[in-house]
T-cell receptor, first 116, second 112 residues
Framework: AQTVTQSQPEMSVQEAETVTLSCTYD???????LFWYKQPPSRQMILVIR??????QNATENRFSVNFQKAAKSFSLKISDSQLGDTAMYFC?????????????FGGGTRLMVKP | NAGVTQTPKFRILKIGQSMTLQCAQD?????MYWYRQDPGMGLKLIYY???????DKGEVPNGYNVSRSTTEDFPLRLELAAPSQTSVYFC???????????FGPGTRLTVT
């Protein structure tokens, strides 16, 4: 079974600073997909960034970037120039296609507070 | 586009009652999903569908049923509600399995 672990239940960062959220996962598969989703207080889940395991290049979306270490099974999210609107729960998620896969497995989440 | 819509937003059920959570999407996505989110936890997949007439179980399907008669709609049925089903329920859809999932606003269900 696939598992996703987010070891930081809560984090805080000052506005305009950089913060990194950690995520590790466990799988015996070689081809899979990794995601970071954001859940603000409105409860709406929003995709932040997506990484395909076969791509060595780290995904980037504006102020959000990942550090994907396949051998270490690590997928951390870096938020640069943090903004108040980044305050939210952040969930790391993982998907393998086919077999017992075809489903997103979520970590327990990290609550991020951006302070003015 | 309305995206993914869910009704109702809130509901309180008594133990043993039944109800249907509605979900609809207007993006012509083939794939649709139902998740539950317990307090302080990540989402867990209940059921998913790869197209009209095709559904499959997720991680936590017991106590739930689904149907998919059209591309747009994917209702979730709770039979004989139990306190363990108290949760927030999210519906989502995607173009392909490994692509971005678009989520609805959620339904907060309390079973007492």
């Amino acid at each position: 079974a696939q598992t996703v672990t987010q070891s930081q239940p809560e984090m805080s960062v000052q506005e305009a600073e950089t913060v990194t959220l950690s995520c590790t996962y466990d799988t015996s598969e070689n081809n899979y997909y990794l995601f970071w989703y954001k859940q603000p207080p409105s409860r709406q889940m929003i995709l932040v960034i997506r990484q395909e395991a076969y791509k060595q290049q780290n995904a980037t979306e504006n102020r959000f970037s990942v550090n994907f270490q396949k051998a270490a099974k690590s997928f951390s999210l870096k938020i640069s120039d943090s903004q108040l609107g980044d305050t939210a729960m952040y969930f790391c998620a993982f998907m393998v296609l086919g077999g017992a896969g075809n489903m997103l497995t979520f970590g327990g989440g990290t609550r991020l507070m951006v302070k003015p | 586009n309305a995206g993914v819509t869910q009704t109702p937003k809130f509901r309180i059920l008594k133990i043993g009652q039944s109800m249907t959570l509605q979900c609809a999407q207007d993006m012509n996505h083939n794939y649709m999903y139902w998740y539950r989110q317990d307090p302080g936890m990540g989402l867990k997949l209940i059921y998913y569908s790869v197209g009209a007439g095709i559904t499959d179980k997720g991680e936590v399907p017991n106590g739930y049923n689904v149907s998919r008669s059209t591309t747009e709609d994917f209702p979730l049925r709770l039979e004989l509600a139990a306190p363990s089903q108290t949760s927030v329920y999210f519906c989502a859809s995607s173009w392909e399995l490994a692509y971005e999932q678009y989520f609805g606003p959620g339904t907060r269900l309390t079973v007492t």
